[in-house]
């Protein structure tokens, strides 16, 4: 059983950046559409970002601008570039990636467990 593993947040000064990452593991034989979530205190889970296989991106409004999502479909992983951070920014940023384990398996949802974005102003 595979998993998303994030790693990069951390606690910065509004304006400055931020680069996570995330690899996917375990036995994989295709990796479709991977993308970015947060979820602020007390709030929903929100849509970041999101890039297919063959590199089309699209984002959220909020972000749209500051942020660039890409992937290394050869190391199964993505990254957010966050640049001009702000404290609305502050969230867990979660990475989720659609994967399909073995020929003529299911693609299956898997989610990240999370990390932390802190940006203080």
């Known amino acids: 059983q595979g998993q998303l593993v994030e790693s990069g947040g951390g606690l910065v000064q509004a304006g400055e950046s931020l680069r996570l990452s995330c690899l996917a593991s375990?036995?994989?034989?295709?990796?479709?559409?991977m993308g970015w979530y947060r979820q602020a205190p007390g709030k929903q889970r929100d849509f970041v970002a999101r890039?297919?296989?063959?590199?089309?991106?699209n984002y959220a409004d909020s972000v749209k601008d500051r942020f660039t999502i890409s992937r290394d479909n050869a190391e199964n992983s993505v990254y957010l570039q966050m640049n001009s951070l702000k404290p609305e920014d502050t969230a867990d940023y979660y990475c989720?990636?659609?994967?399909?384990?073995?020929?003529?398996?299911?693609?299956?949802?898997?989610w990240g467990q999370g990390t932390q974005v802190t940006v203080s102003s």
């Open positions: 989720n990636a659609n994967i399909i384990r073995a020929v003529g398996g299911d693609p299956r949802e898997y």
């Open positions: 890039i297919t296989s063959d590199g089309r991106a």
């Open positions: 375990g036995d994989i034989f295709r990796v479709n559409a």
